[in-house]
């Protein structure tokens, strides 16, 4: 009300001044026509002038805001397979971790739709994005915390003097690094670690609550019937770009090193290719949190209500709608009237209804497999293609954001543009569901068997090797070699080793800057070199790289077509008074049936297939070695399941929808029967009455 006041004062001032410059007699007339046209026009100009009272402006903020929060949630699984060698962490902790947000999310969730319009809308928004900030701040603290990151290295630095090169006869002199003594320090440094990144997912899914509802539901009711499907269609795509976004600016901070506000470039000895690199993680989450930080001020200055906008020339054409909303508010009014208690009483049996609709139940059913499989999916992605095709992290986050994202974007917007194009009735939706999945699965099949074999890594995958087998390590026992020494080398017989140390190797040459150019005096190596150089071997089958991403981009496209033909099975499906609550039960089932298991079930999955594990203060860190084609066949398996049980779910809704409409037409034939017989006597006996 005090914008409205304001501006009504406004407009009396303009309207004395107008009376002081004109004659009596035009002051006359203008007085008399003030009210009536001059002064809701002024108002209206008034109104606009602050932006805070314009629906366009609240779109720019939110479309702003909903960005740089996806950005904070989709930047950790992009740099998950970084935090997991930074911290030693297992597939499944990094999964945990990555589904923790949803914990807080589904805690409130439920209580959002009670909320409604009972609160400041804009201010309560501006809180939780400040949570989401903090989050952000809280996610990046792990590196502040703790002290540099330790790798292996062969050449000795200002940063260590340490080196894992074959020393005979120096007993003591070869410890490096990774085989120090385990510090009580170093074993709570590590479960700090854990309970700040927990504490901060957990305050991100409570501040991400409000942020979309309540914007949506704002923009809804002060933009006008016109516009309102234009400003949701924007958030919608920010909402599809958003991910996209984070994975791009994960492929850009992980290039940076780790510790780049710790160390002088002068003194990494690692390029980022190297399996022991660690990118600078925690930076995008300052970049993140700092928008989100800057976003959320805005929200603090729009107002509880804002007049209702207005465009010109659609006045008439409203007037209905106007009436229409006039009678339903009533109803919405009476919703809104309802204790806490009464909404909590209601909830289950409105669950219940909706729960014991057939085609409701299955087509959310379908959802939650179709997002059990983006959820690992997205946070495993990049691991998979760092692992299955030796690529490093910056560039696999490169390919999910430029391609795979944008795929399921186009995806939606197709299955959205069929949907309107041809109008289709329930049935029809099912069967473009159950096409999509079909051609969804025979896309991803060949996909199990598009991959690189594991590389051949001396005592862990391969042990033909002259110094594995029956000589029992005799080539390379007497350097005397730490068990959990990490510093890959490939051999010039095409084997890895997972140190120069367990190669024999004695001698290296350096470039100027001291880094690595190869290793000699390997007596582990056949051949009369004996010779390596710094890094992986790699998989060796990059051809395959290119088929392997169109495939999986082309069945995410498919897959993505089912997406708003299965919301609208589920909003035309069920009773109009249970729709908000609906849509609020499917995403509540998302979250814990989909969502919050997904990342941890793909985890388990990825670690099942380990073949060397990293060991940190006795206990199990991350992983350094899989079995490549088992890491395939379980992480792609575990999809194509998912993908098979939501094409079953799609079909048995076509049958349904199928059976339901064979009967309604029979039912109005057998309705039209008696009609015809009726026309039929009528017609017989017109002639004996027109004589």
């Not at 190297?274 to 107002?303: E, T």
């Not at 696999?396 to 299955?415: E, S």
């Not at 329930?426 to 569901?433: E, F, G, I, N, Y």
């Amino acid at each position: 009300m005090a914008p409205a006041v304001v501006a009504e004062g406004q407009c009396r001032c303009q309207s004395r001044r107008g009376e002081l410059r004109e004659s009596p007699a035009m002051a006359d007339r203008m007085t008399s026509t003030a009210a009536r046209s001059s002064r809701p026009d002024v108002a209206r100009k008034a109104l606009c002038r602050s932006p805070f009272l314009s629906i366009k402006f609240f779109v720019f903020c939110h479309g702003l805001l909903q960005l740089s929060q996806l950005l904070v949630s989709g930047y950790l699984k992009s740099s998950i397979s970084t935090i997991e060698r930074r911290y030693g962490l297992s597939s499944q902790t990094s999964g945990l971790l990555a589904s923790f947000n949803e914990v807080g999310n589904t805690l409130l969730i439920v209580f959002l739709s009670y909320l409604g319009s009972r609160v400041h809308r804009p201010r309560l928004i501006g809180a939780g994005a400040l949570l989401v900030s903090l989050a952000g701040f809280l996610m990046a603290l792990p590196h502040f915390i703790t002290g540099p990151y330790h790798y292996d290295q062969s050449v000795p630095s200002t940063f260590s003097n340490s080196t894992d090169l074959c020393q005979p006869g120096a007993p003591g002199a070869g410890a490096n690094l990774s085989d120090a003594s385990c510090t009580p320090h170093a074993s709570r440094e590590n479960h700090e670690v854990l309970l700040v990144m927990f504490v901060a997912q957990a305050l991100l899914g409570i501040g991400g609550v409000p942020i979309q509802p309540f914007g949506i539901s704002y923009i809804d009711d002060f933009a006008s019937e016109r516009n309102s499907p234009l400003y949701l269609g924007i958030l919608f795509s920010v909402t599809i770009i958003g991910p996209g976004v984070a994975f791009m600016l994960g492929s850009a901070m992980l290039r940076f090193y780790v510790d780049i506000d710790k160390v002088s470039t002068a003194e990494v000895q690692l390029t980022n290719k190297d399996p022991r690199w660690v990118g600078a993680w925690w930076l995008g989450f300052l970049v993140a949190a700092s928008l989100v930080a800057l976003s959320a001020l805005p929200y603090f200055f729009f107002p509880r209500e804002m007049p209702k906008e207005v465009v010109r020339g659609t006045d008439r054409g409203s007037k209905k709608r106007e009436d229409m909303l006039r009678q339903l508010r009533p109803r919405c009014e009476h919703a809104e009237s309802l204790s806490l208690a009464e909404f909590i009483r209601r909830f289950p049996a409105v669950l219940l209804r909706n729960l014991r609709h057939p085609v409701y139940l299955l087509v959310v059913l379908a959802q939650v497999n179709l997002c059990a499989m983006v959820a690992g999916l997205a946070t495993f992605m990049g691991k998979f293609l760092e692992r299955q095709f030796s690529l490093t992290a910056s560039l696999a986050n490169m390919i999910i954001g430029a391609v795979n994202i944008p795929g399921a974007t186009v995806g939606i917007v197709v299955g959205g543009a069929i949907l309107k194009r041809f109008q289709m009735s329930l049935r029809q939706c099912s069967a473009l569901c159950v096409l999509g999945m079909l051609l969804c699965l025979l896309t991803a099949f060949p996909l199990l068997f598009l991959g690189c074999p594991t590389q051949r890594v001396a005592g862990v995958t391969y042990w033909d090797s002259p110094a594995f087998g029956h000589q029992d390590t005799a080539c390379s026992a007497q350097c005397r070699c730490p068990q959990r020494g990490f510093n890959p080398i490939c051999g010039s017989d095409g084997v890895e080793y997972t140190s120069p140390c367990s190669a024999g190797c004695s001698d290296v040459s350096t470039h100027p800057d001291s880094s690595v150019l190869n290793y000699t005096g390997c007596s582990c190596i056949a051949g009369p070199a004996g010779s390596a150089r710094p890094g992986t071997c790699g998989t060796g089958c990059s051809h395959l790289f290119v088929p392997f991403v169109v495939l999986s981009c082309l069945a995410g496209i498919l897959a993505s077509t089912t997406h708003t033909p299965s919301f609208m099975l589920i909003l035309r499906s069920i009773q109009p008074e249970d729709k908000s609550f609906a849509v609020g039960i499917q995403f509540m089932l998302l979250r814990v049936l989909a969502w919050m298991p997904g990342p941890v079930l793909y985890g388990s999955a990825i670690d099942s297939s380990c073949l060397l594990w990293e060991r940190r203060c006795e206990r199990r860190a991350a992983c350094r070695y899989y079995d490549n084609t088992l890491f395939r066949q379980r992480y792609l398996g575990l999809q194509f399941f998912f993908e098979v049980c939501a094409f079953l779910c799609f079909g048995a809704v076509y049958l349904i929808l199928s059976k339901q409409e064979r009967e309604a037409s029979q039912a109005q034939e057998t309705k039209a029967e008696p009609e015809k017989e009726k026309l039929a006597g009528s017609s017989t006996k017109s002639p004996e009455s027109k004589v």
